[in-house]
């Protein structure tokens, strides 16, 4: 007879949905044997989906300015001992430039709540960057923004958005923002952006302070209620200047659970392998497409260095480099990058796209196997 885990687990292969007492029970009663089940269901989901190719996007950390105190972050607005940046519009588009140029087809403009970067500079940056690079998505990680901001970003031609909800327990949020901060206001944004038309990523981290499977089973429920087209899920990792920073860093293994379970609730959701996953786990990038992901988020801006959501980590150096690296570790584990934008698919486009990346698996294969 199957276990209780395992049962829900085949019950959400078939019904993509469980509800939140189902969440609750899977989470706690999952043992290291149901995890490896979820990650071989997950994989499989994967590779039927996407084939054996992963996704590229290209962060740009624009400005590491910020006027939030989010408790668990380093470049919080409280973390008076950082040097802070704000890039030009010439140096953001010299970056995107720069990847365009080897092969980058998203750029995810990435900064903290930076009330410098008004709509007025936004705009002319955002369209100048649609003008330069017509067939590249643009995605937006700005915060929390009005609705007319939003909108107005996305007349400009912004295409994505990624806003962590970051947990979807309002308690437990109160616990790890600043009391100016809203649950409530966060929600709205997100359902703000996807009814704009963004394709939305929402997400979480895995480990905070006094998240418990009660908070996780809610965030699961959430992302399965919200359907977004993206899903970043990473590793809790502690930063020296913030309130956090004597807390252990999140469970890898915890969050390579809950992306194969977000891999399973849907199928085509984008799915990053996160730089904390890869920062935590020195083989966070072959664990995580494993385990369901199929998107992986290089930076293509050199002063990470500032950007230091926690500790530990990387700065680029070298873009080059680093994706040399990463394409030699994705070849030697079976996959390739994609030279496609990598749109979430809806169910028609995904059948029809199914035979391209059939065919290209096909390619890939008679490549590797002539090498
Ligand atoms: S998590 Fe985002 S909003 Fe919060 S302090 Fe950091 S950059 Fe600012």
Known sequence: MQNIARRLLNLLTKNRRLTWRQWRNLLASATDEDRRYA??????????????????????????????????????????????YRLSERQILDACADGYA???????????????????????????????????????????RSRESYQRLFAAGANRYLLRHETADPRHYRMLHAPKQ???????????????????????????????????????????????????????????ATPFHNRPAGSAELTLFLLSLCRIMNPRVLLPATTALR????????????????????HLTAPT??????????????????LQAIKEELVAAGYALSSQRGDYMQEV????????HDGMQTVFIKTRAQA
């Not at 903290?112 to 500079?121: N, V, Y």
């Not at 486009?349 to 391209?356: D, I, M, S, T």
């Open 279 to 298: 920062t935590l786990l020195p083989n966070g990038l072959t664990r995580g497409l494993a385990a369901g992901c199929n998107v992986i988020m290089p």
């Open 102 to 144: 080897l092969g980058v087809r998203t750029f995810v403009l990435q900064g903290g709540e930076d009330q410098w970067f008004t709509d007025a500079r936004l705009e002319p940056l955002i369209k100048e960057l649609r003008q330069h690079f017509p067939d590249a998505a643009i995605t937006l990680s700005l915060g929390e």
């Open 349 to 356: 486009q995904h059948k029809r796209h199914r035979k391209l």
């Open 182 to 240: 809203s649950f409530w206001r966060r929600m709205n944004c997100l359902h703000m952006l996807r009814e704009m038309g963004y394709q939305t990523g929402c997400g979480m981290m895995v480990g905070t302070p006094w998240q418990n499977v009660d908070s996780l089973a809610e965030d699961l429920a959430f992302i399965q209620d919200f359907r977004p087209q993206m899903v970043g899920i990473g590793p809790f990792l502690p930063h020296h």
């Open 39 to 84: 990650k071989d269901l997950a994989g499989d989901i994967t590779r039927s989906v996407f084939g054996r190719l992963v996704f590229y996007r290209g962060i740009i950390e624009f400005t590491n300015h910020c006027g939030n105190n989010c408790l668990y972050c380093g470049i919080r607005k409280g973390n008076t001992g950082l040097a802070r």
């Open 305 to 322: 260095a500032g950007y230091e959501l926690y500790d530990g980590k990387p700065a680029v150096h070298d873009l080059h480099r680093e």
